[in-house]
């Protein structure tokens, strides 16, 4: 079956520091991927997605590479801010499906 | 210009009242899902229906019943509320066959049971 795992939070970082949070997938066949981020009080908006093996998503400074090898799909930042304080949730879609697996979400806290 | 928009933004009821929540996306999608959203941030998928027709049903309560007026509105009513049932409840919209195939959520709503 189709599943997720996102490592656990809460993570809590100073200002320009380089982040990580790492996210694996199980996958029965060609799945798309997936970053969702959830500032608080509001709903989730897509930060990112990559649709094939070797694909890098990017936006706002965020980057993920879908990696097929290690079925992982890492996001990273180089230089976080405080207005990045929020839950991240991976998720995958299958190409045919229509349904949507995230993992447990992880919490980040920047402080100045 | 919202793209998917619930009504209301905050619910606070009793334990036994009935209550409903409205969805609605101006995307022109064919499918539409509700999550709960727990204490822990854990997102769990209650219903989703393509063209008003139910295609994902998970294991709730049967307190809980989704109506699809059109495709464009997705609605949950909740009968009999209970302290459990205090969540963050999420609308979501896609289109089926899209690829890639991603979904787009709406601001929820904060339903406190007391």
């Known amino acids: 079956g189709n599943s997720v795992t996102q490592m656990e939070g809460p993570v809590t970082l100073s200002e320009e520091a380089f982040l990580t949070i790492n996210c694996t997938y199980t996958?029965?066949?060609?799945?798309?991927l997936f970053w969702y981020v959830q500032y608080p009080g509001e709903g989730l908006q897509l930060l990112l997605k990559a649709t094939k093996a070797d694909d890098k998503g990017s936006n706002k400074g965020f980057e993920a590479t879908y990696r097929k090898e290690t079925t992982s799909f890492h996001l990273e930042k180089g230089s976080v801010q405080v207005s990045d304080s929020a839950v991240y949730f991976c998720?995958?879609?299958?190409?045919?499906?229509?349904?949507?697996?995230f993992g447990t979400g992880t919490s980040l806290t920047v402080i100045p | 210009d919202t793209a998917v928009s619930q009504t209301p933004k905050y619910l606070v009821t009793q334990m036994g009242n009935d209550k409903s929540i409205k969805c609605e996306q101006n995307l022109g999608h064919d499918t539409m899902y509700w999550y709960k959203q727990d204490s822990k941030k854990f997102l769990k998928i209650m219903f989703s229906y393509n063209n008003k027709e139910l295609i994902i049903n998970e294991t709730v309560p049967n307190r809980f019943s989704p109506k699809s007026p059109d495709k464009a509105h997705l609605n949950l009513h909740i009968n009999s509320l209970e302290l459990g049932d205090s969540a963050v409840y999420f609308c979501?919209?896609?289109?089926?066959?899209?690829?890639?195939?991603?979904?787009?959520f709406g601001p929820g709503t904060r339903l406190t049971v007391t």
């Open positions: 996958a029965t066949g060609y799945p798309s």
């Open positions: 998720a995958l879609s299958e190409r045919t499906g229509n349904q949507f697996y």
């Open positions: 979501a919209s896609s289109l089926l066959g899209a690829s890639p195939y991603e979904q787009y």
